[in-house]
């Protein structure tokens, strides 16, 4: 009968269940995506999606958090690559040089650096000019070679942006200038995965980040 008091209890087990595989496919693709980054150089979003294809699983409906992605990724590095932290922090110092250099810019620090969730050769810094040219003659005047480029950053509502860049070699590393307007503070560029707004680092917060994290 529809008011019999354990009528309620029957109904229970279904979104238990539900939270419980949607745990597990949390847990799943955690781990396969941390193996892909570290061992593939994959990014972070195409490590899930991939992930998510193995499992048949939609990533939307099992997306992990970034903070659970992150730790993941530390642990995976720490027990089967250590090299790597080396490799990630002297990187993060390779970005306050170059962040130095091009102090006049602003400079900002983003990408797969920041968390160890994507190729570790590769430093990204977003700077603020009026035109690509400042940077070009920033770069000919130190007789630094240099490669246009552009990368498409994510906006709110959907919105995909290509914007100039600039790529130099330094050391073992590619050093990528993506070039904003300083006037784009009130529509900054989104995480592609999130849509939450983009996260950089100015030099004090990579300095701290590096004190954090010194082995």
């Not at 700077?127 to 906006?155: C, G, K, N, T």
């Not at 006037?183 to 989104?190: A, K, L, Q, V």
């Amino acid at each position: 009968a529809p008011d019999h008091p354990g009528s309620h209890t029957a109904r229970c087990p279904g979104p238990v269940l539900s939270k419980a595989k949607n745990r597990s496919a949390q847990r799943a693709l955690l781990a396969d995506a941390a193996r892909l980054i570290v061992e593939g150089g994959h990014d972070r979003e195409d490590a899930l999606r991939r992930a998510a294809r193995q499992h048949g699983i939609k990533l939307q409906q099992a997306i992990p958090p970034l903070e659970a992605l992150h730790t993941a990724i530390h642990d995976y590095r720490e027990l089967f690559k250590p090299e790597q932290l080396v490799e990630l922090q002297g990187h993060r110092r390779l970005a306050l040089q170059a962040m130095a250099e091009f102090a006049e810019f602003q400079p900002r620090l983003f990408g797969a650096l920041l968390h160890g969730d994507g190729a570790l050769d590769l430093v990204q810094l977003m700077v603020f000019a009026d035109s690509p040219e400042q940077l070009m003659h920033h770069l000919s005047d130190r007789h630094i070679p240099w490669q246009e480029s552009e990368l498409v950053l994510h906006y709110s509502g959907g919105r995909r942006i290509a914007r100039p860049a600039l790529r130099f070699l330094a050391g073992q590393a590619t050093v990528e200038l993506v070039i904003l307007d300083p006037g784009c503070w009130s529509d900054p560029p989104r995480d592609a995965l999130t849509g939450r707004r983009l996260e950089m680092q100015g030099v004090e917060e990579l300095n701290a980040l590096i004190a954090r994290t010194q082995a």
